[in-house]
C-alpha cells in the first residue's frame, strides 16, 4: 500500500502547480495522502471525481460533511482559502496500481476544468511544470 501512497502523492505533486500534500511525505499512514488544491472548491472537485467513479473526501475525517475548512488544516498553517481546497483519498486492500493511475489520469482534466473556472487563478496554474516538489512539502526548501 506504501507504493500506491507514494505514487499518488508524486504523481500529484510532479502534475499541478499549487497543490500542496498536507502533513509529512512519508511518516504517516501507509494508506492515506492528502492535498490542498488552491483555487479549486473541494467540494467541486469531489462532485467531478464522483462522477468518474473515484471515491474521495474533502478536509479532515472529524469535519466531513462540512463545508468549513478543517480545523485541522488551518491549525497546520493552511490559510482558510486553500484549506478549501482539500482533497483526501484513503486506499485499500482493494486497490491496485492501475486505480492510482486512473486517479491521476482523471484528475487533470478536472483540475484544468475547475481552475478555468475560478476567478483567482491564472492560466499557468492549471497543471504540469509544478517545479520543486520539495517546495510543496516543505516550506523551507528554496528549490
Same mark, same amino acid.
Given at each position: 500500500?506504501?507504493?500506491?501512497?507514494?505514487?499518488?502523492?508524486?504523481?500529484?505533486l510532479g502534475s499541478f502547480k499549487?497543490?500542496? *500534500?498536507?502533513?509529512?511525505?512519508?511518516?504517516?499512514?501507509?494508506?492515506?495522502?492528502?492535498?490542498?488544491?488552491?483555487?479549486?472548491?473541494?467540494?467541486?472537485?469531489?462532485?467531478?471525481?464522483?462522477?468518474?467513479?473515484?471515491?474521495?473526501?474533502?478536509?479532515?475525517?472529524? $469535519?466531513?460533511?462540512?463545508?468549513?475548512?478543517?480545523?485541522? *488544516? *488551518?491549525?497546520?498553517?493552511?490559510?482558510?482559502?486553500?484549506?478549501?481546497?482539500?482533497? &483526501?483519498? $484513503?486506499?485499500?486492500?482493494?486497490? $491496485?496500481?492501475?486505480?492510482?493511475?486512473?486517479?491521476?489520469?482523471?484528475?487533470?482534466?478536472?483540475?484544468? &476544468?475547475?481552475?478555468?473556472?475560478?476567478?483567482?487563478?491564472?492560466?499557468?496554474?492549471?497543471? $504540469?511544470?509544478?517545479?520543486?516538489?520539495?517546495?510543496?512539502?516543505?516550506?523551507?526548501?528554496?528549490?
Open positions: 500500500m506504501l507504493d500506491l501512497r507514494d505514487k499518488l502523492i508524486n504523481g500529484v499549487r497543490v500542496r *500534500l498536507t502533513g509529512h511525505p512519508s511518516i504517516r499512514l501507509p494508506n492515506h495522502v492528502s492535498f490542498c488544491f488552491e483555487y479549486i472548491e473541494g467540494e467541486s472537485m469531489l462532485l467531478s471525481l464522483d462522477m468518474k467513479g473515484i471515491a474521495a473526501s474533502s478536509g479532515s475525517a472529524c $469535519t466531513s460533511g462540512s463545508l468549513e475548512p478543517s480545523h485541522v *488544516l *488551518l491549525a497546520m498553517g493552511i490559510p482558510h482559502e486553500i484549506a478549501h481546497g482539500s482533497l &483526501r483519498l $484513503t486506499l485499500g486492500s482493494g486497490n $491496485t496500481e492501475e486505480d492510482a493511475d486512473y486517479f491521476l489520469e482523471t484528475m487533470g482534466p478536472i483540475v484544468e &476544468r475547475l481552475r478555468s473556472i475560478s476567478p483567482f487563478s491564472e492560466e499557468e496554474d492549471f497543471v $504540469t511544470d509544478a517545479g520543486c516538489a520539495e517546495c510543496r512539502v516543505s516550506q523551507s526548501c528554496k528549490g
